[in-house]
C-alpha cells in the first residue's frame, strides 16, 4: 500500500458504532478485511456478536421517541450536512471504496455522488411529510390521516455498493425519523464505517444510527429480526438471503423492504441506433464490473443485426483496461472474490460447451488479485445458464429473437424483475415492450436507471418495495387514520 492508501485506511474507526461510542466487539474478535485486486490484508475490523447486535438495537431503541420528535427540518439539515461532508471528502473516499471492492476510482467516486445525493434528496423529503383531512362521503365523520415514523429498523446491505446501498436507505429512514441498526457486508465495512462517522460529525444523535459489521451475519441478524422492538427489516442482497430473511420476518409480521437480485434483458430491436445501444450495452453491462443488481445480463438482439451489434460491442470491450482500481487509466477493477470469479468462469465455460462463441476475453487475467477478462459471447443457445442466472461479472451472453413477441417471451422468461433495457426509435414499439416487460424498470434507450429521484425496485423474486423518488421515504413510514366524529 502506498502512504496515502495506508493513511486513509488507519483513518477510518474499525470498531463497532453503537449509541454514539466506538467499541470493540463484546467477543474481543476482529477480522480482516482485504483488497481484492492484491489478495493483501487492508485493516482488521470489530467483529459484532449476537450481544452486539442487542445492544445496537437495545441503543436504537432508546433513541427512538426522542428522533421522532426532533424537527422534520433538523432531521433534514443533517442529512444535508453530511452530504456536504461527503462531497468535500470524496476523494479519500473514493480511494477507500477501491481499496476494500475493487472497481475503479472514477466508478467509486460516481457512487460515491449517487451515495451522497440521496442524503440531499431526503434532506429535502423530510419536511413534506404530511397527512390529509377530509369529509366523509356521507358527512357527519372526518378522515384524518396522519404519517409517522415506522420505528427502529434493521438494514443488512451487500459489497457490491458499499455507500449507495447503505444511504438509499438510511437517508430517508433519517429522514423520516427512524432509528437504526446497520449490518454492512463483511466483503466492504470501511465505506460504512466512514460513513457512520459522517453522520456523527454532521450531527446526528447517539443511537441513531449503529454500525455493526459481523462475519456471523445470520447469528447477528435473526435474533434481531425476531425481536419484536425491531419494526422494519430492509435488506439489498440476493433473491436467496431475502427469501430467508422474509421467513424470519413472517413471525412478528415485521414489514420488509427487499432489493434482491436481477437478471436484466437487454433488447436491441432492428430498427435500433446500433451506436446509442453499444453505449448503452457498455453502461450497462460493465458499471461497477458487472457486479450490479441492475447490470445488463444478457443481450437479446434482433437476429438481422445480432452479428453487427456483437462485432462493435466486442471491439469496445476490449478496448478496456483491466488493472488495479487505484491506477490511473484502468477501467475494469478485479471481481471481489475467488469464488465470484470461478463463477463467471463457470457461466462461460458453460455457454462456450453449448455452442457460443468468444468474441472477446473469456479468461482470467493477471498474477494475482480477482480479475476477468471483458468478455463478449456471440450466438449463446436458449438453454445455456447464463441466460438465467445473475452473472454478476464483466460478461455480455448475447442470444437472438425473431419478433416482438419473442423477444418479450424471452425478456420475462425468468423468476427476476429488476430491471430491463430497451432499445428502439420506433414510439409504439417502445411503449408496448415497456408496458409488457415484467420489471419494476425499464431502461428506454439508456444504460442506466439509477437516480435518486426514481423509485428503485423489483417485482417477481426481484424483490418488495421501492428505494429513492417521493416512494423511498414512504417505506419508513406507517399511516394512522383518525376518525373525528363531527355531526
Ligand atoms: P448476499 O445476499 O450474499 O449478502 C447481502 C448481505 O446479506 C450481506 O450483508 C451479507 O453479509 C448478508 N447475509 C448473507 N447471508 C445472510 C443470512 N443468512 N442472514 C442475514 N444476512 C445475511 O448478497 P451479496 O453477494 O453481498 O450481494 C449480491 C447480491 O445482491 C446480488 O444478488 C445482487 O443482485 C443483489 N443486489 C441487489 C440490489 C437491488 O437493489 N435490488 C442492489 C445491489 C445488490
Keep these: 500500500m502506498s502512504e496515502r492508501e495506508q493513511a486513509v485506511v488507519s483513518n477510518v474507526s474499525t470498531g463497532l458504532f453503537i449509541g454514539g461510542k466506538w467499541r470493540e466487539s463484546a467477543s474481543g474478535a476482529r477480522f480482516d478485511v482485504e483488497d481484492p485486486a492484491t489478495e493483501k490484508t487492508l485493516t482488521s475490523v470489530a467483529d459484532a456478536t449476537p450481544d452486539d447486535g442487542d445492544a445496537a438495537l437495545a441503543a436504537a431503541v432508546g433513541a427512538q421517541a426522542s428522533w421522532a420528535a426532533t424537527p422534520p427540518r433538523t432531521r433534514g439539515e443533517i442529512l444535508r450536512g453530511a452530504y456536504e461532508t461527503i462531497m468535500a471528502r470524496i476523494d479519500d473516499l473514493a480511494l477507500l471504496m477501491t481499496l476494500e471492492m475493487g472497481k475503479s476510482l472514477q466508478e467509486s467516486r460516481a457512487e460515491i455522488t449517487y451515495a451522497a445525493d ?19 362521503p356521507a ?17 443488512i446491505t451487500p459489497w457490491n455498493f458499499p455507500m449507495a446501498m447503505g444511504t438509499r436507505k438510511i437517508g430517508p429512514a433519517v429522514a423520516a425519523g427512524c432509528t437504526m441498526v446497520v449490518k454492512p457486508a463483511a466483503e466492504t465495512p470501511l465505506s460504512m464505517l466512514a460513513l457512520a462517522s459522517i453522520l456523527a460529525e454532521a450531527g446526528l444523535p447517539d443511537g441513531v444510527l449503529n454500525v455493526v459489521p459481523t462475519t456471523s451475519a445470520r447469528g447477528v441478524s435473526e435474533p434481531l ?58 453502461l450497462a453491462k460493465m458499471r461497477n464490473v458487472g457486479e450490479a443488481c441492475t447490470a ?25 483496461r483491466v488493472g488495479r482500481g487505484t491506477e490511473e487509466g484502468v477501467d475494469v477493477g478485479p471481481l471481489i472474490n475467488a469464488q465470484q470469479r470461478e463463477t463467471v468462469e463457470s457461466l462461460v465455460s458453460d455457454a462456450v460447451e453449448r455452442g457460443g462463441h468468444v468474441a472477446t476475453g473469456g479468461s482470467r487475467t493477471g498474477d494475482s488479485g480477482y480479475f476477468f477478462e471483458p468478455t463478449v459471447l456471440g450466438n449463446v443457445p436458449r438453454d445455456a445458464r447464463i441466460l438465467t442466472e445473475e452473472v454478476f461479472g464483466p460478461v455480455a451472453p448475447i442470444a437472438t429473437f425473431g419478433s416482438d413477441d419473442d423477444a418479450l417471451v424471452q425478456a420475462n422468461n425468468t423468476e427476476y424483475g429488476l ?69
Aim: proline share 3%.
Design 225 to 282: 429480526i425476531r425481536d419484536p422492538r425491531l419494526r422494519k427489516l430492509s435488506f439489498t442482497g440476493s433473491t436467496q438471503v431475502g427469501r430467508m430473511l422474509i421467513e424470519q420476518s413472517a413471525e412478528q409480521v415485521l414489514r420488509t423492504s427487499m432489493e434482491l437480485g436481477g437478471n436484466a434483458p437487454f433488447l436491441v430491436f432492428e430498427d435500433a441506433d446500433l451506436d446509442a445501444a453499444v453505449d448503452g450495452a457498455v
Design 118 to 136: 440521496f442524503f440531499r434528496w431526503f434532506a429535502e423529503e423530510a419536511v413534506r411529510i404530511s397527512g390529509r383531512y377530509s369529509t366523509s
Design 139 to 155: 358527512g357527519g365523520s372526518r378522515v384524518l390521516t396522519m404519517q409517522q415514523p415506522v420505528g427502529p429498523c434493521l438494514f
Design 419 to 487: 430491471v430491463s433495457y430497451v432499445y428502439t426509435r420506433d414510439l409504439q414499439r417502445a411503449l408496448r415492450v415497456c408496458e409488457g416487460l415484467e420489471t419494476g424498470m425499464v431502461g428506454l434507450n439508456a444504460g442506466i436507471v439509477s437516480n435518486v429521484a426514481a423509485p428503485f425496485g423489483g417485482v417477481k423474486a426481484s424483490g418488495i418495495g421501492r428505494e429513492g423518488g417521493f416512494e423511498g421515504i414512504e417505506e419508513f413510514l406507517e399511516t394512522k387514520y383518525v376518525s373525528v366524529a363531527l355531526p
Design 296 to 320: 445488463a445480463n444478457r443481450f437479446h438482439v434482433h437476429e438481422s443485426i445480432a452479428d453487427d451489434f456483437t462485432e462493435r460491442l466486442a471491439a469496445r470491450l476490449s478496448r478496456l
